[in-house]
């Protein structure tokens, strides 16, 4: 069984800096690629930011340039350093995984619970 877990969310002033985690455990063969996303109240989930196994990066152009996402394969964890926050960056964040069970298998779509990120002073 596989679980995604995200952590580091929080309350933040605008300007400010948070940085998410997210960790895969189980029965993991191995992660292909990984992915934030967000969705505000009322509004549906968007992607915010990919990684690929080799770590090549694409952004949304709404955190281009305050945005960094990143990967550490040995921990099958993943990051979201998220800096020069803004109001509008309030919302549930996602982590997104590709994950392979085995050499057999192709790969799987696995969410994580979701942390909440409020911007607001």
């Known amino acids: ?3 995604l877990v995200e952590s580091g969310g929080g309350l933040v ?3 400010g800096s948070l940085r998410l985690s997210c960790a895969a455990s189980g029965s993991i063969f191995s992660i292909n690629a990984m ?4 969705q ?4 549906q989930r968007g992607l915010v930011a ?3 196994s080799d770590g090549s990066t694409n952004y949304a152009d709404s955190v ?5 996402i ?3 394969n040995a921990k099958k964890t993943m990051y979201l350093q998220m800096n020069s926050l803004k109001p509008e960056d309030t919302a549930v964040y996602y982590c997104y995984a590709q994950i392979r069970t085995s050499y057999a298998s192709s790969a799987s779509v696995y969410w994580g619970q979701g942390t ?3 911007v607001s002073s």
């Open 40 to 43: 505000a109240p009322g509004k």
């Open 50 to 52: 990919t990684i690929t």
């Open 35 to 38: 992915a934030w996303y967000r």
């Open 13 to 15: 002033q605008p300007g």
């Open 116 to 118: 909440q990120v409020t």
């Open 64 to 68: 281009k340039g305050r945005f960094t």
């Open 1 to 3: 069984q596989v679980q």
């Open 70 to 72: 990143a990967r550490d």
